[in-house]
């Protein structure tokens, strides 16, 4: 049973990095520079995105503005 805990936690957790990453992507395409391993997670406030400039592996995370 703990096994089993163990590896549905683990596979939620890939996927919500996964989507984290599939949101970096898109938002570097408005971004004004971004690095390699850009990950955000829901309900980013963002503004004026085109002068926001960010490095490599960057995290965001959840109701960040």
């Known amino acids: 049973m703990a096994n089993m805990l163990y590896l549905l936690t ?4 890939r996927f919500y990095f ?7 992507f898109f938002f570097k395409l408005f971004l004004k520079k971004a690095g390699k391993n850009l990950r955000i997670q829901h309900d980013f406030l963002y503004r004026n995105l085109r002068y926001i400039s960010l490095g490599d592996s960057v995290y965001i995370g959840h109701h960040s503005e």
């Open 10 to 13: 683990n596979i939620d957790t």
């Open 18 to 24: 996964f989507i984290a990453l599939l949101r970096g």
